[in-house]
């Protein structure tokens, strides 16, 4: 096993991501490998670790997965590199229900410390306190050491050092504030481009002194092992089913697990394409239109008639199709721009949705078949329009047990929802089914 820590803080708005993204690349370009982890659903903070690392984050959900399936992903990653960093989500007991699905949750399942980043721009030795009951709230809460944020003197800083001391927790020091690597809005689309690499170069530099205390505090050195699969992992390989299977990705399409590809690879061959480049869909029996951020893309989209012909043509054919957010909106008659301008779509569904009177949907969501459950995450700004007359074909609750009116749409052998599922487990038979193809009219 690697080394590992997880980057919590107090609260949000602290630095996690900017930190994390520092330190994955200050270690990366030390020559170490380094394997980072998400906690909790986020695909944006996963892509820009990827870009970070050179290699694939992955999201670690004490809600979405099984214990054993988080211990098995953490593991199977974690087994490649010298050194794992796990950035946490909001503050660190916050969780969906109470501290369920938290940072310190995942931290306790997985064993491994906690390095709080605490914004102490308007703090001095109040945070005492703070950190005092961080400590004690949870025994079992390993943490390993406190890294200040925002602090631009060392007299500040002298507040805050002491304040470790005395509720005897280990400084790790103190990072002053710097605007050029801040991050561009997370919600306006992911620009990855030479502008952002130097973000994370920068970033890598402000944390260098940081990163060096804890090379030192963990004794890292560059001695990472051969990966070794869990053995349930590959009893899971379905050798039956050589299933072919297309995969939207491009800039529209971008929001996808690690672990929902993977499992899809144990069902088939599975190939690309493009819905906003390319004229045609890959020969497949499944098809999967991952969330992200057709919004942004719509003239492009809706000028691709025969990729949306090619859709069409696949699901009337029988093709089995699962649309997640995104590629919801994208099976739909129209997506209506912030401005109200309407821009055809695919037409498999005949609602539209909406970037007008933009509000944000956001949770945790428990989709219930009469004979089965999955676990998924909705988030989006956009409505749905004059979809009165589709039914759901499923019961969808809240992370409190509270049920909403979010949809599953079903037309032939396509399920579209708002919600991004997480099948990574293997918990969704509907992927598992052999769907036959029905016949052309």
């Known amino acids: 096993m690697s080394k590992a820590f997880l980057i919590a803080a107090p609260w949000s708005n602290s630095g996690k991501t900017t930190i994390t993204l520092g330190l994955v690349r200050y270690f990366k370009n030390q020559g170490y490998k380094v394997q980072p982890f998400k906690c909790g659903p986020d695909y944006i ?20 997965m099984s214990d054993t399936h988080l211990e098995e ?9 010298d050194i794992s960093i796990v950035e946490g989500v909001m503050g660190l007991f916050d969780g969906a229900v109470k501290d369920t699905g938290s940072s310190a949750e995942i931290a306790k399942k997985l064993n491994i410390p906690v390095i709080l980043v605490v914004n102490a721009k308007a703090m001095a030795f109040t945070i005492a306190p703070i950190l005092k009951g961080l400590k004690e709230f949870d025994e079992n809460v390993q943490i390993a050491g406190v890294l ?12 805050l050092k002491e304040a470790c001391e005395t509720v005897g927790l280990q400084s790790l020091g103190y990072i002053s504030p710097n605007e050029d690597i801040a991050i561009p809005s997370r919600h306006l689309g992911l620009h990855i481009d030479e502008s952002f690499e130097t973000i994370i170069e920068k970033a890598a530099i402000h944390v260098s002194e940081v990163a060096e205390r804890i090379r030192k505090m963990y ?32 800039e529209a399409f971008t929001f996808t697990y690690v672990e929902n590809l993977n499992y899809l690879r144990q069902l088939g061959t599975v190939t690309f394409f493009s819905p906003m ?28 008639e025969k990729m949306k012909k090619a859709i069409q043509l696949a699901v009337e054919n029988g093709v089995q199709l699962l649309a997640e957010c995104g590629g919801m909106m ?14 055809p779509m695919v ?21 219930v078949f009469e004979n089965e459950e999955i676990w998924g995450h909705e988030f989006h700004y956009s409505n749905i329009k004059n979809d009165e007359h589709y039914s759901s074909v499923a019961n969808v609750y809240t992370a409190r047990a509270k049920e909403i009116d979010t949809k599953l749409y079903q037309y032939k052998n396509v399920l579209a929802s708002y919600i991004h599922l997480y099948w990574g487990g293997g918990n969704f038979s509907w992927l598992n089914t052999e769907i036959t193809r029905l016949k052309k009219q």
């Open 219 to 250: 004794a890292l050195e560059k001695t990472a092992t051969k990966a070794i699969v869990p053995q349930s992992e590959t009893n899971k390989k379905n050798h039956s089913s050589q299933r072919k299977i297309a995969v939207a990705k491009d």
């Open 277 to 304: 480049h390319d004229s045609v869909v890959p020969e497949a029996d499944f098809i999967y239109l991952a969330g992200g951020y057709p919004e942004l893309y719509l003239e492009q989209l809706s000028q691709n």
């Open 45 to 64: 903070d996963t892509i820009h670790h990827s870009t970070a690392a050179g290699i694939p984050s992955i999201n670690l959900d004490s809600i979405m």
């Open 330 to 343: 994208y099976l739909g008659k129209e997506i209506i721009n912030e401005a109200g301008k309407s821009f």
């Open 347 to 367: 037409g498999i569904f005949d609602f539209s949705t909406s970037m007008e009177q933009k509000k944000l949907h956001l949770g945790y969501r428990k989709v």
């Open 73 to 81: 992903v953490f593991e199977k990653h974690a087994s490649k590199v």
């Open 148 to 159: 200040f944020n925002f602090v631009r003197t060392e007299s500040h800083y002298a507040f």
